[in-house]
């Protein structure tokens, strides 16, 4: 098999079609690198002592593991200095991150949840890094956070990278979705499946039902009818997985097809969902949608969304499209 390595993918795809200009691909290089570097530390475990909590609680009043913080460092310090970003956001940042005077500014901002699915970090369970990139406003030296409240529909680049039996990165540029497999003795990420797509239909479905009698009734209907199995509305059996970590049930479903769903409750209006808009579902959605899938927050497709505050939790839905659209249907009913 010819080996095709991440760099050598970037530079095709501009040459076939012009939308990854020199300064993105870097960009992009350069957090492929920073992920080697956490996949490093994720594989260390209790040998690196990266593993347990710290004292510190992040922005949203969660407390941090070390490998949260170590992550965000991680990204922070190997994007700092290359001049392809105006300023950086992170989920574990309560502000933007300005790129300090002594390095020069680019015209990309970069946002991202450094270790996603934190609570499997002490039992080896597969975790990720979600990254998404926009466009700093023409000319706009020092962004401000109001600079970064654009729709995901802006969107120029998002992928992740899971941390599980094989450490891989998956990106979208606008021009499908591709994976690459980190070959950990030539410390490079090669290409392994090009144009992933989402199979239409699914029989799977992923969802933390403890939370089911928070559920709103579109929710209830979707799923009690999932599980009424053979006999039911539905006709046919579903089984499903959660992992709970957005980046492996993801991966899951691009690979062989499902609906993942993280709803708003009942509980507390002022929490709409668990996950964020701009670090979790825009970029997952911008994934999903190029692989063929849907993405929605129940009413309108994630994408759209205008985003009015950095850290906004939003219900998500998201995967195989023909499921995504019967569970969004219910919510319009
Ligand atoms: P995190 O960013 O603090 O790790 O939280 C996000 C994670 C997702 O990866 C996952 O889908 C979800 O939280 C799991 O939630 P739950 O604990 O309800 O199973
Ligand atoms: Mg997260």
Known sequence: ?????????????????????????????????????????????????????????????????????????????????????????SEEMESIHQIPNRYPKGEYMLLFDPLDGS???????????????????????????????????????????????????????GNGVN???????????????RNMQI????????????????????????INELLAGTTGPRGTDFNMRWIASMVADVHRILNRGGIFMYPADIRDPSKPGKLRLMYEANPMAFIVEQAGGMATDGKHRIMDIQPEKLHQRVPVFLGSRDEVAVVTGYHHE
């Open 199 to 222: 199979p239409v239909k699914t029989k799977e479905f992923a969802i933390n039902m403890s939370n089911q009698r928070h559920w709103h009734p579109p929710v209830q209907r979707y």
């Open 179 to 193: 994976c690459f497999t980190l070959d950990r003795e030539m410390g490079s990420w090669v290409l392994t499946q």
């Open 119 to 173: 609570s499997n970090i002490d039992v080896n369970v597969s975790i990720g890094t979600i990254f998404s990139v926009l466009k700093a406003p023409e000319g706009m030296a020092n962004p401000t956070e109001q600079d970064f409240m654009q729709p995901g529909s802006k969107q120029v680049a998002a992928g992740y990278a899971v941390y599980g039996p094989q450490t891989m990165l998956v990106l979208t540029t």
């Open 1 to 89: 098999m010819k080996r095709i390595s991440l760099t050598q993918h970037l530079v095709e795809e501009q040459r076939q079609h012009n939308t990854i200009p020199a300064e993105l691909r870097l960009l992009i290089e350069v957090v492929a690198r920073a992920c080697k570097t956490i996949s490093h530390s994720v594989g260390k475990g209790a040998l690196g002592d990266v593993l347990g909590a710290l004292e510190s609680e992040n922005v949203q009043g969660e407390v941090q593991k070390k490998l949260d913080v170590i992550s965000n460092e991680i990204l922070l310090e190997a994007n700092e200095w290359g001049g392809h970003l105006a300023a950086m956001a």
